[in-house]
């Protein structure tokens, strides 16, 4: 059956549900982006008019959400807990939505069982017959609870799943084997998906498909007002708990001497938050009204805490500018707190390096906190700086439901790692290799037309190595470039060549000129990085401001 889009969100807002803090947020989300949405589906509609979308089962089980997980975040929604997760899923459930697509959602596990067919009371039967959904969106406590109830099959039916997985999930630490022998196993990881499966918050790492969120866009009468009204000196701290503007005082006394100072920290009406004197605390706001706030605002201050969340986009967005402390070195799971445990190495270089990489200067001033004079000089600029609202295309309701729309039509086994052959063409007067336009290219998604295959510097991953080359890594590449033909083509120098199972091949060893296949085809790995190796990266275009997509990927 074919999918049409959809621009009445009523059905959606019903299924939604309410009774918890969590869903009325999702919902009022919804409600209040429905019209941004419809105008959203009318243009991409338009620019699809002649693809036939064929229109998917969903099955969507919000694990975080179910009492079974403990459900920690419904009871914190009004009183300053995380919200950008709620934020995420109201957004994922209305791109499926507006898409067309057959959706049933399940914030339960009874739902779960029901959904999938298994019988009351019997905990781990499995799935008798086939899975009723072409594909699943859950999270790690919903893969668990799936695992739990769908015994045998689980195996069986998992490329169906897909993860949404904030900070990202690397394939080191996703092989089970591997994590295990080589110190990467986490409470997490280790559900040998393919790594695409796994759908991140921000574009953390092309080993992941990159899902998002979206963020409120502005009309014309918006944009006017917000020129109109916006008040130069006036600054709003990011951070909807006392705990995060902690320590700060000196950089508030600083930033007081320039602006007035606004925040929206939670607070119960006996115990005030402790924030200097001199700060507006408005407590926490409805997401509309934390808009209407940031409209006003010139700039938008983050402390460090919470890492990559919502808040800076929507800041952006309004017309701010947003400083953060740089990190050096950088935050990650091998030396900070809050990452620890999580399945990836990444190195978070700044509160938001999202913003610091993306959109950059304007928008967003990264600078060392721990230098005042370099924090003074700062908003001395921003002042002085006059800054138009602005949103990349991937976060509108537009680029969601396109880059979606992309993976949910395309993204299939059969583009994922198999083994095929792997014919090259040097570029003229270029280091690069590219798929040699005479010969059929086999089936794969991204299409191959698009490769670029680069040989990196040692101590370079393939995400480094593709970003200096203004590219992106591609992993559904890798099947196709590990041979002894892409380094010959690379002029690697190989003495040898041997298969083995390690994140970072296919790569040649820097001193012994020994050559590396990658043995392993879940340890592809756009991250991996070693001192003693340059690596075969595949790499890709992107389109401007949907570094998801390829120019041919539509
Ligand atoms: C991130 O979660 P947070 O919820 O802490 O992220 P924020 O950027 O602070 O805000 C999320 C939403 O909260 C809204 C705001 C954002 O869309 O509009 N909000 C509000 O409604 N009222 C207010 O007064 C202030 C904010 C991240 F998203 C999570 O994935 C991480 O787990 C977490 C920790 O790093 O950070």
């Given at each position: 059956r074919q999918a049409y889009f959809r621009s009445d969100l009523s059905l959606l807002l019903e299924r939604v549900g309410s009774g918890k803090e969590s869903l009325s947020f999702m919902?009022?989300?919804?409600?209040?982006?429905?019209?941004?949405?419809?105008?959203?589906?009318r243009r991409l509609d338009e620019r699809l008019r002649s693809q036939y979308r064929v229109q998917k089962r969903i099955l969507v089980h919000v694990g975080f959400l179910t009492e079974e997980s403990g459900d920690v975040f419904s009871p914190k929604v009004l009183k300053g807990g995380p919200l950008g997760e709620m934020v995420q899923w109201a957004d994922i459930l209305t791109t499926l939505h507006v898409l067309g697509h057959n959706l049933k959602i399940s914030l339960s596990v009874k739902?779960?069982?029901?959904?999938?067919?298994?019988?009351?009371?019997?905990?781990?039967?499995?799935?008798?017959?086939?899975?009723?959904?072409?594909?699943?969106?859950?999270?790690?406590?919903?893969?668990?609870?799936?695992?739990?109830?769908?015994?045998?099959?689980?195996?069986?039916?998992?490329?169906?799943?897909?993860?949404?997985?904030?900070?990202?999930?690397?394939p080191a630490y996703n092989n089970e084997e591997y994590a295990t022998l080589h110190g990467y196993r986490t409470?997490?990881?280790?559900?040998?998906?393919?790594?695409?499966?796994?759908?991140?918050?921000?574009?953390?790492?092309?080993?992941?498909?990159?899902?998002?969120?979206?963020?409120e866009e502005l009309n014309q009468t918006e944009r006017f007002n917000i020129k109109r009204d916006k008040v130069n000196n006036m600054a709003v701290v990011y951070g909807k708990e006392a705990s995060m503007w902690k320590g700060e005082e000196k950089l508030l006394t600083i930033l007081h001497r320039y602006m007035d100072i606004h925040g929206t920290v939670y607070y119960e009406a006996q115990r005030p938050p402790e924030v200097p004197a001199f700060v507006r605390n408005?407590?926490?706001?409805?997401?509309?009204?934390?808009?209407?706030?940031?409209?006003?605002?010139?700039?938008?201050?983050?402390?460090?805490?919470?890492?990559?969340?919502?808040?800076?986009?929507?800041?952006?967005?309004?017309?701010?500018?947003?400083?953060?402390?740089?990190?050096?070195?950088?935050?990650s799971s091998l030396n900070h707190e809050f990452f620890r445990g999580k399945p990836t190495s990444r190195e978070?270089?700044?509160?938001?390096?999202?913003?610091?990489?993306?959109?950059?200067?304007?928008?967003?001033?990264?600078?060392?906190?721990?230098?005042?004079?370099?924090?003074?000089?700062?908003?001395?600029?921003?002042?002085?700086?006059?800054?138009?609202?602005?949103?990349?295309?991937?976060?509108t309701c537009e680029g969601m439901l396109e880059r979606v729309n992309a993976y949910i039509q395309h993204q299939v086994r059969r583009s994922w790692p198999g083994n095929p052959p792997s014919p090259f063409l040097q570029l003229p007067n270029s280091t690069a290799l590219i798929w040699?336009?005479?010969?059929?290219?086999?089936?794969?998604?991204?299409?191959?037309?698009?490769?670029?295959?680069?040989?990196?510097?040692?101590?370079?991953?393939?995400?480094?190595?593709?970003?200096d080359a203004g590219l992106i890594c591609e992993p559904s590449y890798f099947p196709f470039i590990n041979s002894m033909e892409a380094f010959n083509g690379l002029n690697a120098q190989c003495e040898s060549l041997e298969a083995e199972k390690n994140h970072v091949f296919p790569a040649v060893h820097v001193d012994r000129?020994?050559?590396?296949?990658?043995?392993?085809?879940?340890l592809f790995s756009c991250a991996g990085v070693s001192a003693k190796h340059q690596r075969l990266c595949p790499c890709r275009d992107y389109l401007y401001g949907q570094v998801a997509l390829c120019r041919d990927c539509l």
């Open positions: 919902r009022r989300r919804m409600r209040r982006l429905a019209a941004q949405w419809a105008a959203a589906a739902e779960l069982q029901g959904s999938l067919g298994v019988p009351p009371g019997r905990g781990s039967c499995p799935l008798i017959g086939p899975l009723p959904f072409d594909l699943i969106y859950t999270d790690y406590h919903g893969l668990q609870q799936m695992k739990q109830h769908m015994g045998l099959s689980f195996r069986q039916h998992r490329c169906h799943i897909r993860v949404i997985d904030t900070f990202g999930t690397e409470n997490w990881g280790y559900w040998n998906l393919n790594c695409k499966q796994y759908m991140t918050m921000f574009p953390h790492t092309p080993d992941n498909s990159f899902m998002g969120f979206v963020t408005h407590g926490l706001l409805p997401q509309q009204e934390l808009q209407q706030l940031l409209r006003k605002a010139k700039l938008f201050l983050g402390f460090g805490f919470p890492y990559e969340g919502p808040a800076p986009l929507e800041a952006i967005a309004n017309g701010c500018v947003f400083l953060q402390p740089k990190f050096s070195p950088p935050h978070v270089s700044s509160q938001h390096p999202y913003t610091e990489q993306y959109i950059g200067k304007p928008h967003v001033i990264t600078v060392d906190f721990n230098n005042s004079q370099e924090f003074e000089t700062a908003v001395q600029d921003i002042l002085k700086e006059k800054v138009e609202p602005f949103i990349p295309y991937e976060y040699a336009p005479n010969i059929t290219a086999p089936a794969c998604w991204p299409p191959l037309s698009g490769l670029r295959l680069f040989l990196s510097p040692e101590a370079s991953s393939c995400v480094k190595t593709c970003q000129r020994e050559c590396f296949q990658q043995k392993e085809p879940l």
